[in-house]
């Protein structure tokens, strides 16, 4: 069964930084796409970053570009977010979403994110 964790949220400052981790389990494969989200009180969920192996392609938000840094250790099915120059608009639940399906040479599809974890919560103040 497939399981998503993530780890590393917390209160910073503005102008902080913090590291998002997220491990995948449940299948020794590489993922097919693994991305992070997140959700401020009041607003809907939004796509931060997600690095798409099936397509060979990463995107960012540009509310993140320059400040975030996604990447995977695809030995350990891990996800990090390298978050700096945080900002209070920061804020919010970010979850981390995996697509479990293996990488076909050839074959592209969009992410399937079935599988998420708890979610942790970050926290930038002024």
């Known amino acids: 069964q497939v399981h998503v964790v993530e780890s590393g949220g917390g209160s910073v400052q503005a102008g902080g930084s913090l590291r998002l981790s997220c491990a995948a389990s449940?299948?020794?494969?590489?993922?097919?796409?693994m991305g992070w989200f997140r959700q401020a009180p009041g607003k809907e969920r939004e796509e931060v970053a997600s690095?798409?192996?099936?397509?060979?392609?990463?995107y960012y938000a540009d509310s993140v570009k320059g400040r975030f840094t996604i990447s995977q250790d695809n030995a350990k099915n891990t996800l990090y977010l390298q978050m700096n120059s945080l900002k209070p608009e920061d804020t919010a639940m970010y979850y981390c979403?995996?697509?479990?399906?293996?990488?076909?040479?050839?074959?592209?599809?969009?992410?399937?994110?079935?599988?998420w974890g708890q979610g942790t919560q970050v926290t930038v103040s002024s």
């Open positions: 449940g299948y020794t494969h590489s993922s097919y796409c």
């Open positions: 690095i798409h192996s099936g397509g060979g392609s990463t």
């Open positions: 979403a995996a697509d479990p399906r293996a990488v076909v040479v050839g074959h592209y599809s969009p992410c399937e994110y079935n599988y």
